[in-house]
């Protein structure tokens, strides 16, 4: 059985393409938790963080973040030499900070997944999309989590 | 129910002519009954409108194995005697709680079940609550979805919804609220950021973003009950049942969505 | 019981890009939640699940306590030929399930 050959350090060894106009590195992005920081270093290293290619689509206000429906497509053509490898999602307030990440290929033909995820506050999701070309690509959005009245003690 | 007067101006070609039109508050332009699917984000709605995307419809496939699965000393299935539900039990769901002449009360869909588990399965009772029990109440409502709800048609639980009015209009527990205080008098409004829906279960059981889960009527009626600092009622109890009913007769009219999503 | 929901298309072009959806009944414990007398209720969550067709993974995701109970997962991948495609989700305390899905691809 074949599997999708895309690790990260695959990547990291690869070319740093440096489109400077969009280019956003770590340190000067928006302030965010330390933790959240280091699980995107963990998938990107040092690599640099461009804007533009990934569109992440969450609710901005969500009346239950036990469940929030979570969109993310990457602009690719999805061919043998042009493609998405990976995507991961973070957050900033859960306990944790990663989400989810998937493996895609070629052969995914659209860089396109959705789930639905938990929020434990008002807080930043990031996600991360790692190409064949081993550029880093990246979209925030901010979701607001309303607080529920009637909660049902856990038994 | 109040009707109202509404004013009609026409215009003709010899001049004007008021006329006065009467309309009963009944019909569909005035009724002010929400679902608190109306009320949901384009995101819990969708969920809900895809089967696919719908959790529920995990319960509701369990329910559909169940229905055909032989069970109990009897080894009979649900479907040996009620065939393809997708017929038989049409509009089935929308109707309960129904009066049991038998017992001379209100019974709910799932003591319904489980009385059918019992005699003619002669298989023990489901547990309230339990996953198999939600999954058959779950399938069988979905075969109401979209068809109006006609719980209380029949005149002789006329006095048991007139109970289950008294529960809900009663103020209890240590906060002092009665339900309507709530879902009536403040239906619409905010308790914390969360909306207080109308109080019309169309959808019963839900899949409840809260509890991610399926839970039944009563366990949402319980919950409230805990929220309010009074001692819930027992799922199956006569007050539950009156409750439900009260509940189900004042949604009459309204389309099921059985398996519904709510935040 | 609880067998997990597939939606696959059940024919495709080929060479055509198809929508996968898949639901999985499963708490998701996140581990992070104690009880009302205090003990910490232990994780018990999917962490992983891969999509197969015809003896090639396609999709692969790495969940967290983050993603939801009863996770709803939805993928692309191209029709290339026809055959089956096999989904296994995998877990805290051996938990395993899969499910499969076949494509009539013309």
């Known amino acids: ?155 | 129910m109040r009707s109202i007067d509404i004013v009609l101006r026409c215009v003709s070609t010899s001049g004007f002519v008021l006329m006065l039109v009467l309309l009963d508050s009944l019909s569909a332009t005035t009724d002010t009954r929400r679902s608190t699917y109306d009320d949901m984000s384009r995101d819990i709605r969708a969920m809900q409108d895809d089967d696919m995307a719908n959790p529920a419809s995990l319960w509701v496939n369990d329910g559909a194995a169940l229905w055909s699965q032989p069970a109990g000393a009897a080894q009979m299935s649900c479907a040996d005697c009620h065939g393809d539900a997708a017929t038989s039990m049409k509009g089935v769901a929308a109707r309960y709680p129904v009066f049991d002449a038998a017992r001379g009360k209100p019974v709910g869909l799932e003591a319904r079940i489980n009385h059918c588990r019992k005699t003619r399965q002669q298989a023990p009772a489901f547990a309230p609550e339990s996953r198999d029990l939600l999954a058959l109440t779950a399938f069988v409502g979905r075969q109401s979805r979209g068809l109006p709800i006609t719980t209380g048609d029949d005149p002789r639980l006329a006095p048991f919804v007139e109970a289950g009015r008294m529960i809900f209009e009663r103020r209890q527990g240590q906060l002092n609220l009665s339900c309507a205080i709530c879902h009536d008098h403040n239906a619409g409004k905010r308790l914390a950021s969360a909306l207080i829906p109308q109080a019309h279960p169309t959808g019963y059981p839900i899949y409840r973003l809260e509890w991610q889960s399926l839970g039944s009527l009563a366990r949402r009626l319980r919950n409230c009950m805990a929220g309010m600092r009074a001692a819930p009622y027992a799922t199956g109890s006569d007050e539950i049942v009156a409750l439900e009913l009260f509940l189900m007769a004042r949604a009459r009219g309204m389309a099921t969505e059985t398996p519904a999503v709510r935040p | ?106």
């Not at chain 1, 493996?103 to 997944?113: D, I, Q, S, T, V």
Request: one cysteine or more; a negative charge; proline letters at 5%.
């Open chain 3, 1 to 106: 019981m609880a067998r997990p929901i597939i939606n696959v298309p059940a024919k495709a072009r080929r060479g055509q890009v198809i929508e996968i959806k898949t639901l999985v009944s499963h708490v998701m414990e996140t581990g992070y939640r104690h009880t009302e007398t205090g003990e910490r209720v232990p994780r018990d969550i999917i962490t992983e699940f891969v999509c197969v067709y015809n003896d090639e993974e396609i999709f692969r995701a790495t969940l967290s306590p983050a993603v939801a109970a009863n996770p709803f997962i939805t993928f692309h991948t191209l029709a290339t030929e026809s055959g089956k495609l096999t989904f296994r989700w995998t877990g805290d305390n051996g938990f395993s399930e899969t499910g499969t899905a076949t494509i009539e691809v013309e």
């Open chain 1, 1 to 155: 059985m074949r599997t999708i050959p895309a690790t990260r350090r695959d990547v990291l060894t690869g070319a740093t393409a440096l489109g400077a106009a969009t280019l956003l590195r770590l340190e000067t992005a928006q302030a965010t938790p330390a933790s959240l920081e280091a699980a995107i270093r963990d998938v990107v290293g040092e690599a640099p963080l461009k804007e533009g290619r990934v569109k992440l689509a969450i609710p901005p206000l969500v009346e239950n973040g036990n469940t929030v429906p979570l969109d993310v497509e990457v602009d690719s053509l999805m061919t043998a030499a042009d493609h998405v490898r990976t995507i991961h999602v973070f957050n900033e307030k859960n306990p944790q900070p990663n989400v989810i990440s998937v493996k895609l290929g070629p052969r995914a033909g659209r860089a396109r997944f959705t789930t639905r995820f938990r929020l434990a506050d008002t807080q930043t999701v990031v996600a991360v999309a790692e190409l064949s070309d081993g550029t880093f690509h990246t979209a925030r959005a901010n979701v607001i989590v309303t607080i529920a009245a009637c909660v049902e003690e856990l038994g």
